[in-house]
């Protein structure tokens, strides 16, 4: 059974870049079909889309978010990441990985990302 | 990108009652690639159906999920005390996956 696990700093300097790792066990990243991303939920809000990557390596973004983020896939470390630039305090939030593969979901736990001088 | 819509954003229910929840599509979604989210306060979202009608696991038969195309339903035949929460639906069948904004169940 596929599990994934967020990694990466809990606080971000704004103005500075969001790096986010999904190290994904129980199955391969570069299995056919399968889409990874990255979805978010600021503080007593609802959920938001980032974006995806299809395991051809066509990506999809969020086009309020299009211009600041890039998603990658690292075959050799069986991770994916998420790059947000230019963080503001607005981009404080849970941020989780994610997979689909035909009808199954799977999500990670989740990790809390503070924009925060 | 497909905007899902959901209703009602509240909904008042008592212990025992039953709740039926609406999630609505901007556009067809592809192969009712669409799946429904508890989520407690603090908590993470938990998967209660995908493929608009398969519970997930460990998930009690009183939820249902049906629909197709632009129409999907939420249903929980008997309200527990624990089913007091937020409930999100969520399409995947596009790259650009899009969420519900919530719909929130509480005691009435």
């Known amino acids: 059974q596929l599990q994934l696990q967020e990694s990466g700093p809990g606080l971000v300097k704004p103005s500075e870049t969001l790096s986010l790792t999904c190290t994904v066990s129980?199955?391969?990243?570069?299995?056919?079909?399968?889409?990874w991303g990255w979805i978010r939920q600021p503080p007593g809000k609802g959920l938001e889309s980032i974006g995806s990557i299809y395991y051809s390596g066509s990506t999809s973004y969020n086009p309020s978010l299009e211009s600041r983020v890039s998603i990658s896939v690292d075959t050799s470390k069986n991770q994916f990441s998420l790059r947000l630039t230019s963080v503001t305090a607005a981009d404080t939030a849970v941020y989780y990985c994610?997979?689909?593969?035909?009808?199954?979901?799977?999500w990670g736990q989740g990790t809390l990302v503070t924009v925060s001088s | 990108e497909i905007v899902l819509t959901q209703s009602p954003g509240i909904l008042s229910l008592s212990p025992g009652e039953g709740a039926t929840l609406s999630c609505r599509a901007s556009q067809t979604v592809t192969n009712s690639y669409l799946a429904w989210y508890q989520q407690k306060p603090g908590q993470a979202p938990r998967l209660l159906i995908y493929g608009a009608s398969s519970r997930a696991t460990g998930i009690p038969d009183s939820f249902s999920g049906g629909g197709s195309g632009t129409d999907f339903t939420l249903t929980i035949s008997r309200l527990e005390p624990e089913d007091f929460a937020v409930y999100y639906c969520?399409?995947?069948?596009?790259?650009?996956?899009?969420f519900g904004q919530g719909t929130k169940v509480e005691i009435k």
């Open positions: 994610a997979n689909t593969w035909y009808y199954k979901v799977t």
């Open positions: 969520q399409q995947y069948g596009t790259s650009m996956w899009t």
């Open positions: 129980g199955g391969s990243i570069s299995s056919s079909y399968y889409y």
